[in-house]
């Protein structure tokens, strides 16, 4: 004898497949939810790992942490590199990658930086060897099979990080492809800092020969001039008189080395007017420096450690990724950072989880309606089988009449429910999975995050049971009435 | 073997069924005549042990079956009791083969098939085992449910208005079929009717 409460499902075949459609609707909408944001999450983590603390230009946390680390929104700025070695030589700091951001290859990101950074991503080279001198590149592994490179090709960046300018002048050729790693290196072509500012060097006279990319520049957070202007501007809200004198020495100096710089050029008046800009700023400050106090302490910072000769004044990191050499530096050295100096210091971890709670708002919503899904899917649960139920009360005093025992049509009842439900947990997870990696392709092709739906999470168990326990409290009450049937008074009124 | 004593029913306070005595050898024939509304179906599910009396005992087959826990008494009514209903109550979601094996399911017997094939080949319908019910004419359908009732070999056979829906010939045909399967497994056999055709094949008859 085939199962009976099979039997009664396939008796309604257009109720059943609505019930388990509307169940393993429900049950796909958490599925997606649990598989992307558990991957999201993990991705985030993973491609801050080791990252202590993230130090650039001031602007929005956030905006370092994604831009620096995540490699997706614009920069916050620059910072000059003998502030940055002010840092990278702080005995709390064990280890510290500068980075240099600014243009891109076919919407991959080009980062300037050492060595260190794939080293820390635990990356190197499958095929070539890493950047050596300027304008040699090593892809990252993804890039590399997207943009199907192979070593040697010509890379030609593009301004920004959308379609920008080309650097055609500066050709980079490729010698290396890395190891994929599943962060976020895999999708970025690495290069060192001084290839950047090569490039970056000349796309910025060629911005003035233009003389209308100023804006752009602004927006992209490049290596820009006016940048200067606003940090020094800080400077001198925080330490008034005392630095005055050298900051505007190293900016002076920075200043005529542009001039020479632009001299060979001859078109330098949209550059000479950021520069008075920042220089009128310094003027006007000691007034405003007058009426707000600076707030800490003046004689913290060591004027001696901007020395102007070691290194080239045009030349600016994007930012630091910083590892601590003591669990003490947390509590001490983001506070130096942003108190005592023109950058900003960003712990990731601490950004990281205000994005995932900005994130989770939205997620809720949609957790939500997966739940309010999953009750409609119960309701309807419910009134199928108290229905079917109705219908069937004369099989249940013919199955008593015949020796089945009040447990017995009662089990029948609740079996067809779990049936259902597990059905719908079962369609449920299919569809999740398959929309998690239907919507991962799409994110891969259309933002480069890399999410799959061949993964498992173990909440999709307690989903499982979820959906078992809907189907039993569906199916109590019309097996609760299984179970009470009349068979008499049924059978009598035949 | 059936002894029912002082029994009595009532519905809402109204006594519907009364009988002082009734005793019944194994292997006897029993008519319950009486017109609709008389309290024969009433009785009926009292001796098949459907529903519980509101005084009186009754044994069946020796057994108190009153004095077992309900769940006992499915168990005896499955495998001791076949049921034959005017309406014949066919589950409609199974084949005519699982019909039959139903009943075996039911009762947490062993499911013979063979015995069920052989039992459908003895009411004519070896060639409907995989049909649907729905699929069956009324007639086939009242010998599918007699085989049915008759699966588990009981030892009383109860049937409520068997004939009523059937003209002559078709009447004597179940009638004929319910005495053979009756002696055929040696059960007591009780009819529950108001059809007065069917009346001279019993050697007892109850007038309620």
Known sequence: MKSLPLSYLRRRPLGTVLNVLLLGLGIATIVVLLLLSRQVEENLTRDAEGINLVVGAKGSPLQLILSSIYHVDAPTGNIPVAEAQQIMTNPMVKKAIPLALGDNYRGYRIVGTTAAYPEHYGTAPAEGRLWDGTLEVTAGAQVAQELNMSIGDEVVSSHGFGDGDTHGDHPMSVVGILEPTGTVVDRLLLTSVETVWEVHGAHAHDDHEDGHHDDEHHQDGEHSHDDHGDDHSHDDDHHGDDHDHDEKHSHDEKHSHDEEHHDDHSHDDDHHDDGEHSHDDHDDEPTVAASAPPPGPPGLQIPGMIS??????????????????????????????????????????????????????????????????????????????????????????????????????????????????????????????????????????????????????????????????????????????????????????? | MISVQNLRHAYDGTTVLELDQLDLEQGGRLLIHGLSGSGKTTLLHVLAGLLR???????????????????????????????????????????????????????????????????????????KADAYPEQLSYGQRQRVAIARAVMNKPTVLLADEPTASLDGTRSQDVLDLLLAQASEHNATLIVATHDERIRDAFNTVLEV
């Open chain 2, 53 to 127: 009396p509101t005084a009186g005992t009754v044994q069946v087959a020796g057994e108190p079956i009153y004095d077992m826990a309900e769940h006992a008494r499915d168990q005896f009514r499955g495998r001791r009791i076949g049921l034959v209903f005017q309406r014949l109550h066919l589950l409609p979601t199974l084949t005519v083969l699982d019909n039959v094996l139903a009943a075996a399911y039911a009762a947490g017997m062993t499911q013979d098939g063979a015995r069920a094939r052989d039992l459908l080949a003895t009411v004519d319908l070896a060639d």
């Open chain 1, 308 to 494: 102007s000769e070691d290194y080239d004044p045009s030349a600016e990191y994007t930012s630091l990724l910083i590892e601590y050499a003591t669990p003490m530096a947390a509590a001490t050295l983001p506070r130096f950072i942003n108190t005592q100096t023109n950058m900003q210091a960003a712990a990731p971890a601490f950004q990281t989880a205000r994005l995932l709670g900005l994130l989770g708002f939205g997620l809720d919503a949609f957790r939500v309606f997966g739940f309010v899904l999953i009750a409609v899917a119960a309701l309807s649960l419910f009134i199928g089988l108290y229905n079917a139920l109705k219908d069937r009360t004369y099989d249940i005093a013919i199955l008593r009449s015949m020796g089945a025992s009040r447990g017995k049509v009662m089990q029948h009842v609740l079996t067809e429910g779990l049936l259902l439900a597990l059905g719908g947990a079962l369609l449920g997870l299919v569809i999740g999975h398959l929309a998690a990696e239907g919507l991962g392709q799409f994110l891969e092709t259309a933002q480069g995050v890399s999410l799959t739906g061949a993964t498992f999470v173990p909440e999709e168990l307690l989903l499982v049971g979820l959906a078992v326990v809907v189907g039993a409290v569906a199916a109590l009450l019309p097996a609760v009435l299984a179970y009470r049937t009349d068979i008499s008074g049924v059978l009598a009124r035949g």
